[in-house]
Structures are given as structure tokens and as C-alpha cells.
């Protein structure tokens, strides 16, 4: 179990630029959530996939923002247009909802996207 | 929806005991988390309890729910400088957990 890895870890764009994150959850987990955090606060849930499917949007998740979970492993999220206020930490989790587990999310280490 | 409110900072003398307190609005949350950030990391789960419990412990760390109020706390014994960290309840009622503002502990040598 090698936990839920992100890439970039440090993202720095210019304003309008496009950006993609990925995230690899923990590999027998079928949920895969995204969140953004800003300074001072906690996480903001942004959407969710089971297994391929994407199940729930945030209204926080505006149109410039798309995510995908293709083959029900790994997610990208994609920022479209980068704006200054797009900045922030993004960070991915998973957990399993098989079985007798608890549905208990796991986070990554975050993307920190800086827009200049 | 949801509202987690926790008190904002918490400085205490390494060794000493931290309480680091938590309230929550829906009665019907059924999973209750703990979860510790350093500086530029992830969120790390410390623990967690389920809604029909009032304890849990875990090493160092005492979980204590009261579900009349809606109150959840975290206890940290012999509280280390490695412990200074933001530390953030979660109270989650259907799948999407709703996360406080985060307690930074800060712990003096």
C-alpha cells in the first residue's frame, strides 16, 4: 500500500493558462474525491467518482474545471482559463466502500497551484 | 447543510496535555474524523469515531463524543513538539465529509 500520490506537487502558471493534476489513489479504493484548500481553511469538497463514474459536482466547480477518472484508477483535474483566484492547494482522496470497510477517506500530499 | 466550527489556535508546554474541541450541526453525522496537516502536506487521518460510540483511544490519543451536544474532542497526552500542526475535525453524515477551519496546536519546548 503505497497511499495516495499526486503529481505536480508544485504547479506555478500564468493567469489563462491551462492546468492538469493527476491523482493516484490507494489501488483497491473505488472512491476518489477532489478537494481545494485555501489558506486558513479546511478542505472544500469539489467532486467524486465511484469507481468511473462521476457522481457529484460541487457548485465550487466551475465550468473551466473538468475532472475525469477514465479506466477507474488514477483522476485528472483540469483548470482551463487559470485564474488568480484558482490558487490554492489541491488535494485528492480515496477510500474503499467495499466489503466491511468504513468508507474512511485517505488524503494525498496535494498539488499547490500558484497563478500569477 | 453541515456547519464544523473549532477554535482557531492552541499553545500548549511540551509534556502537557492538549484538548483540542470541535462542534457540529447535523445530528444525523455518523463517522466523526481527526486529521493532522504539517506545513505543506496532505491531510493525515489520526482517528476516528463512529456516531455510537463516546470513546476511543488510541495510544496517546482520546477521542471523546457527545452526541446531545454535538461536541467532539481530541485529547493528546504528553503532548511533543512534533505534535505543532494544524489539526482538523470532519463530520460526515452521508459520503461527503464537511471539514472544520483546522486548530493549529502550537507546542513550546
Known amino acids: 500500500d503505497t497511499g495516495v500520490s499526486q503529481d505536480p506537487r508544485h504547479k506555478i502558471t500564468k493567469r489563462g493558462q491551462n492546468v492538469t493534476f493527476r491523482c493516484d489513489p490507494i489501488?483497491?479504493?473505488?472512491?476518489l474525491y477532489w478537494y481545494r484548500q485555501t489558506l486558513g481553511q479546511g478542505p472544500e469538497f469539489l467532486t467524486y467518482?465511484?469507481?468511473?463514474?462521476?457522481?457529484?459536482k460541487s457548485r465550487l466547480l466551475s465550468d473551466r474545471f473538468s475532472a475525469e477518472r477514465p479506466k477507474g484508477s488514477f483522476s485528472t483535474l483540469e483548470i482551463q482559463r487559470t485564474e488568480q483566484g484558482d490558487s490554492a492547494m489541491y488535494l485528492c482522496a480515496s477510500s474503499s466502500v467495499a466489503g466491511l470497510s468504513t468508507d474512511t477517506q485517505y488524503f494525498g500530499p496535494g498539488t499547490r497551484l500558484t497563478v500569477l | 447543510g453541515e456547519d464544523v466550527e473549532q477554535s482557531l489556535f492552541l499553545s500548549v508546554r511540551e509534556g502537557d496535555s492538549s484538548v483540542i474541541n470541535c462542534t457540529y450541526t447535523?445530528?444525523?453525522?455518523?463517522?466523526l474524523y481527526w486529521y493532522k496537516q504539517e506545513p505543506g502536506a496532505g491531510l493525515q487521518l489520526l482517528t476516528y469515531i463512529f456516531s455510537n460510540m463516546d470513546m476511543k483511544q488510541d495510544q496517546r490519543l482520546t477521542v471523546l463524543l457527545n452526541k446531545k451536544d454535538k461536541h467532539l474532542s481530541l485529547r493528546i497526552a504528553d503532548t511533543q513538539t512534533g505534535d505543532s500542526a494544524i489539526y482538523f475535525c470532519a463530520a460526515r453524515g452521508s459520503y461527503i465529509p464537511t471539514f472544520g477551519r483546522g486548530t493549529s496546536l502550537i507546542v513550546h519546548p
Open positions: 467518482f465511484q469507481n468511473e463514474a462521476q457522481l457529484e
Open positions: 447535523d445530528s444525523s453525522s455518523t463517522y
Open positions: 489501488s483497491e479504493h473505488n472512491r
